[in-house]
């Protein structure tokens, strides 16, 4: 199967479905293809990790270097017990 950037465009005028599916089918997310190596933490850890920041960062309270403070202090204790 061509992509259009191989096809003319009389091509793909012609059958412009085969084309749209060919693009499709060739897409990957990012999120599928997650680096890995040193410096790079797993998705279930990524997952986590979220979670928590989202329950630090849910109460809108305090000034906002306090609240950075806060993440700060919960990312790094996180990734501290990991090790």
């Known amino acids: 199967m061509k992509y259009?950037?191989?096809a003319s465009?009389?091509?793909?005028?012609?059958?412009?479905?085969?084309?749209?599916?060919?693009?499709?089918?060739?897409l990957a997310s990012e999120l599928l293809v997650l680096p890995k190596g040193n410096g790079f933490i797993e998705y279930q850890q990524f997952e986590v990790?979220?979670?928590a920041l989202g329950e630090v960062t849910a109460?809108?309270?305090?000034?906002?270097?306090?609240?950075?403070?806060?993440?700060?202090?919960?990312?790094?204790?996180?990734?501290?017990?990991?090790?």
């Open 9 to 26: 465009y009389r091509d793909i005028l012609a059958d412009p479905d085969a084309f749209v599916t060919a693009v499709f089918s060739s």
């Open 49 to 51: 990790d979220c979670a």
């Open 59 to 83: 109460d809108h309270f305090g000034s906002a270097s306090h609240r950075g403070q806060r993440v700060g202090r919960s990312a790094s204790e996180r990734y501290n017990a990991s090790r």
């Open 4 to 6: 259009p950037f191989e």
